[in-house]
C-alpha cells in the first residue's frame, strides 16, 4: 500500500534551491546565480567568463542525485553546475546561464548524461552559446549496462560512471589542454565505463507518496536513478550474489558494454543510491574486488565507495567499472577542490591486512604454558567447573533472540548477539581451558570475553573476571572452597561498580548479582550446604533481574529511555546475569549429587 513520504523539508517546490543555499552555506568555494527559481546554477567561486583561462567544464541534470552534480564543483572538476527540478532536465535559459557565467576564452565542454530531456536541452544550449561567439563541445554519457541492445533511439542511460567522466575532464581541463584534448579525453573515458544498479526499495519524491511496487524481500536489478523499474525484478539475495550478477552483466562478453577484457587495469565506484549504509557499500566492495581480480582476471588500481549519484532516499548500490590506463589514473588522483570527490582513495594499495600484534610473553613458550592448557584428566572440581561454564554458555545462547528483543525496547538491540559471541567462544575455547586450576579457568575466561565482545558488556565482564581471578589467585589452596567463590564475586561485583560507576538500583546487571551475592553469603554463613547456597542464590539473581521493570535507568543506554518503556521489559544485562548464574547453580547441583 502507497502511503506519504516523510521528509524533513517545506515546500517541496522549493527543495532545490533550498540544497544550493544550505550547499554554498556550507563551502565558501561555490556560489549560485542569483536567478532562482528559474535559473539554478552553482559555480566556483574563484571564477569569472572574463578572465577565466582554461577550459570549463559544465554538467548537471536533474536534481535529487545529490551530491550529484553541484557537489562535484570546484577546482580540479566542474566549474559550473545546472540543476534541474527533481528528476527534471534543467531548461535551455538555465543551462546558458551558466555557460555565459564561467566560459572564457577557452570554451567550455559540457557533460550530459543520456536521457532524452538533459541531451536536448544541453544541445540546444550549445547551440546558441556558439552563435553568442562561444567555444562548446559536448559530451553524452551513457553508461548504463542494465538493458540488453538493441536499446532504439534512447540509447544507453546515464548513470554514476559520469562521475568518473567529470573527474578525468576536470583535472584535463586543470592541466591547461585545450578544449579539443578535453574533450577528445572525457570521451574517451566515456567509452571505458560500465554501470548497473540494484535498489531494495523505490524512492519517494519530496511531497509525493511511496510506490509499493517493490514488496518484501523483493528487489530490482539494473533500474535508472530516477526510480523508473528496472530490468528485472528478484528475490532478495546475498550481497556475494548481487555483486557476482552485477560484475557478469558488466563485463559481459556477448553484450560487449565496455572495451575490458582480462589482463585490463580497471577501476571499480560502488555507488550509494540515498539510503545505503556505509558499512554495506564497504561490504559490497570488499566483496567485488577479487571477484575482479579472481574471477575476471582484472588488476583493480582504484577503488571508490560512497554515495555519490544517487536517487534521493532509494536503498541499493550501484557498480561502475571504467577500464584505466596511465593517463585515467593521472586524472583521477589529480587535486580538486570538489567537495564531494573522496579524497584519500589515490595512490597504489599497501598489503590489505598485517599480523595482530601479540605480548612479548606469548611469542616465548614458556614452561607455564604447558599449566595453562586442559589436563589429561580432570579432578573432581575440574568437571563441576566444566559443567557450569558449559550450562551458563549455553543458557546465553538459548537467550540470545529475547535478549536482543529486550534490548531493542530499551538499548541497542545487541545485548544477546553480544553474549551470544561471548557465550560461543566460551565453549569453543573451553578445550584449552585448565580446568582444575579454578583461578587460571576464570582468567582464561575472561581472555575469550575481551577477544570476542564488543561494547559495554565486553569490557564489564572481563572486570568481573579479572577481578574474581584476582581473589582467586591470592589463595594459595589448590581446592577453591564455596566462601572463596563468594568471595570473588563480590570483589568482582566491587570491581564492576567501581569502573562502571553502577550500584543497587541502577538498572544493571549488578541488579541480579548483589542479590545473589548477599544471599549466598547469608546461606553459607548460616550452614548450608554449598550447592543449596548457590542454587537459592541464583534465585534471588533472578528476581533481582525481574526487579529491574520497576526501576528507572541510571547507567548505560537505557537511561536515556522514558519510565514507561523500561517498565514494560526487565533490563536484559540483568537478565543474562541471572540467567548464566542460575544454570551454573543447577548444573553444579546435579553434577555434585551425581556425584555423592
Not at 260 to 282: D, H, Q, S, Y
Not at 544 to 553: D, F, I, L, N, P
Request: include cysteine.
Amino acid at each position: 500500500m502507497a502511503f506519504q513520504g516523510k521528509k524533513l523539508i517545506n515546500d517541496p517546490n522549493d527543495v532545490v534551491t533550498e540544497f544550493i543555499e544550505g550547499l554554498v552555506e556550507t563551502y565558501p568555494g561555490l556560489q549560485y546565480l542569483d536567478g532562482f527559481p528559474e535559473v539554478k546554477v552553482v559555480l566556483r567561486a574563484d571564477v569569472s567568463s572574463a578572465a577565466y583561462d582554461k577550459v570549463a567544464i559544465i554538467s548537471g541534470g536533474g536534481s535529487g542525485h545529490e551530491p550529484a552534480h553541484a557537489g562535484y564543483v570546484g577546482e580540479g572538476m566542474l566549474t559550473a553546475a545546472i540543476c534541474g527540478d527533481v528528476f527534471a532536465s534543467p531548461p535551455v535559459d538555465s543551462i546558458l546561464a551558466g555557460i555565459r557565467a564561467v566560459t572564457g576564452s577557452m570554451g567550455c565542454l559540457l557533460i550530459v548524461k543520456n536521457y532524452t530531456g538533459d541531451r536536448l536541452n544541453f544541445i540546444l544550449a550549445a547551440e546558441q552559446a556558439k552563435s553568442e561567439g562561444y567555444k562548446v563541445e559536448t559530451v553524452i554519457v551513457g553508461d548504463d549496462c542494465a538493458l540488453p541492445p538493441p536499446r532504439g533511439i534512447a540509447g544507453r542511460r546515464g548513470l554514476a560512471g559520469t562521475i568518473l567522466v567529470h573527474k578525468v575532464a576536470g583535472a584535463a581541463a586543470a592541466a591547461g589542454l585545450s578544449l579539443a584534448d578535453v574533450a577528445a579525453e572525457a570521451k574517451c573515458a566515456s567509452e571505458m565505463v560500465g554501470t548497473m544498479g540494484v535498489a531494495l526499495s523505490v524512492c519517494t519524491l519530496p511531497g509525493q507518496v511511496t510506490s509499493d511496487r517493490l514488496g518484501p524481500g523483493k528487489m530490482e536489478l539494473g533500474l535508472g536513478i530516477h526510480g523508473e523499474p528496472g530490468a528485472a525484478m528478484a528475490d532478495i539475495q546475498p550481497v556475494d550474489v548481487v555483486v557476482s550478477h552485477v560484475l557478469n552483466q558488466i563485463l559481459s562478453p556477448e553484450t560487449n558494454y565496455v572495451p575490458i577484457t582480462r589482463g585490463n587495469r580497471v577501476v571499480l565506484m560502488i555507488n550509494g543510491l540515498g539510503a545505503t549504509p556505509i558499512m554495506e557499500l564497504m561490504i559490497a566492495s570488499g566483496k567485488a574486488v577479487p571477484k575482479l581480480q579472481l574471477e575476471h582476471g582484472l588488476a583493480v588500481d582504484r577503488v571508490y565507495t560512497g554515495s555519490f549519484m544517487t536517487s534521493l532516499d532509494m536503498a541499493g548500490f550501484s557498480i561502475s567499472i571504467m577500464k584505466a590506463d596511465e593517463t585515467i589514473l593521472q586524472r583521477l588522483d589529480a587535486a580538486t577542490k570538489a567537495p564531494y570527490w573522496p579524497v584519500g582513495v589515490d595512490g597504489n594499495h599497501p598489503p590489505a591486512k598485517i599480523p595482530v600484534p601479540m605480548p612479548p610473553s606469548r611469542s616465548i613458550k614458556s614452561e607455564s604454558d604447558e599449566s595453562l592448557s586442559r589436563p589429561p584428566q580432570l579432578n573432581q572440581q575440574g568437571h563441576i567447573l566444566e559443567v557450569a561454564i558449559e550450562a551458563a554458555a549455553n543458557a546465553i545462547i538459548n537467550l540470545r533472540d529475547s535478549l536482543n528483543e529486550w534490548d531493542s525496547k530499551v538499548g541497542d538491540g545487541d545485548c544477546g548477539s553480544t553474549m551470544y559471541r561471548g557465550a560461543t567462544a566460551i565453549l569453543e575455547d573451553i578445550r584449552n581451558y585448565p580446568l582444575n586450576d579454578a583461578a587460571e579457568t576464570v582468567n582464561e575466561i575472561g581472555s575469550s570475553i575481551r577477544r570476542i565482545m564488543g561494547g559495554t558488556s565486553g569490557i564489564i565482564y572481563n572486570i568481573f573476571c579479572k577481578a574474581a581471578y584476582a581473589q582467586l589467585k591470592a589463595s594459595s589452596q589448590p581446592v577453591v572452597t564455596a566462601k572463596q567463590w563468594a568471595e570473588a564475586l563480590e570483589a568482582s561485583i566491587a570491581a564492576i561498580s567501581k569502573y562502571g560507576g553502577a550500584s543497587a538500583g541502577y538498572r544493571t546487571l549488578l541488579d541480579a548479582l548483589i542479590p545473589a551475592s548477599a544471599m549466598l553469603q547469608e546461606r553459607l554463613n548460616a550452614g548450608d550446604d554449598p550447592c543449596v547456597a548457590f542454587v537459592l542464590s541464583s534465585e534471588a539473581a533472578l528476581a533481582g533481574a525481574e526487579s529491574t521493570k520497576h526501576m528507572q535507568a541510571q547507567a548505560g543506554r537505557s537511561a536515556y529511555v522514558a519510565g514507561e518503556i523500561l517498565a514494560s521489559v526487565p533490563d536484559p544485562g540483568a537478565m543474562a546475569a541471572a540467567s548464566w548464574y542460575r544454570a551454573a547453580a543447577l548444573a553444579v547441583e546435579d553434577k555434585s549429587g551425581a556425584s555423592s
